[in-house]
């Protein structure tokens, strides 16, 4: 009587951790894409007036003391349990992985930000030379295989220099 | 020293070729981030433990590559390059490079 009750106890608590798992997952990654996304949008709009191209020269360049610098940065987004679990089943199927293609998109676009916000918080109003590639921190699918812990991670570098303002 | 990935730098003429520079480190995450890493792989997020590590990985990389360039005599790195390979599960290896040179503030803009 007492071993069943006990047996019920743990079967319930184990289906609860089952469903819970990837409910959390599910919820939280959405809400954290989403969180993510919307300050993306608002922090490229306020980024907007500095110069940002990926010329070798440096376009639109003056005369100033500042000496162009390096600038670095480097994002890393985790995937989340539906992603994971989309891009599992398009793996049967095949195609393109819409979710990894946002998670990736997400991770560029903040390695940018990012960029710029090194180079205006040294003084400068322009970059130039912007290069984005991706890493692999020892997550990727190549070295894990079954076990693999999907991310993106990108390093960037741009050279920031004194720009003539555009207006 | 002055470090850009630009091949030439506004302002400044390049004098003297000095060569190639370069600097690599392979670092590994402790288990905790991985962990970590672990959990957030269910809910999403940005990985901050494993962006620390880049970053620590690319300072000293670029540490490593100005100290050669010192070494040469440039007082600037031109071109500077970065590359990531994994060389097993738990380790990441970053490699900068670049070429030293010696630059002069040019005379007229």
Excluded: W
């Amino acid at each position: 009587m007492d071993e069943s009750f006990v047996d019920m106890i743990f079967g319930v608590f184990f289906l609860i951790l089952a469903v819970s798992i990837p409910l959390i997952g599910i919820l939280g990654g959405r809400v954290s894409e989403y969180r993510h996304l919307r300050s993306l949008e608002r922090r490229e709009e306020e980024a907007s007036d500095i110069i940002v191209t990926q010329l070798k020269s440096f376009p639109a360049a003056t005369r100033s003391d500042q000496t162009p610098t390096i600038v670095y940065a480097e994002t890393v987004i985790a995937s989340d349990y539906l992603k994971t679990f989309f891009a599992k089943i398009r793996g049967i199927f095949g195609g393109e992985v819409r979710s990894f293609q946002r998670m990736q998109e997400r991770s560029r676009r903040e390695t940018l930000l990012r960029l710029i916000k090194s180079a205006r918080e040294q003084g400068f109003n322009a970059i130039c030379n912007v290069r984005l590639e991706t890493a692999d921190v020892g997550g990727g699918a190549m070295t894990r295989g079954k076990n693999a812990m999907p991310m993106a991670c990108i390093l960037g570098s741009a050279t920031a220099y004194q720009a003539s303002s555009s207006e | 020293m002055i470090v850009t990935n630009t091949e030439t730098i506004v302002g400044h003429e390049i004098t003297e070729i000095r060569g190639l520079v370069q600097g690599n480190t392979v670092r590994a995450k402790n288990i905790g981030r991985d962990i970590m890493a672990g959990l957030k792989n269910v809910v999403g997020g940005e990985l901050k433990g494993y962006t620390e590590l880049l970053t620590e990985s690319r300072r000293q990389a670029v540490e490593r590559m100005m100290a050669q360039a010192e070494e040469l005599g440039a007082n600037a790195v031109v071109n500077v390059r970065f590359t990531t390979s994994a060389v097993t599960q738990g380790a990441a290896e970053l490699y900068s490079y670049g070429t030293a040179v010696v630059v002069e503030p040019s005379r007229v803009g």
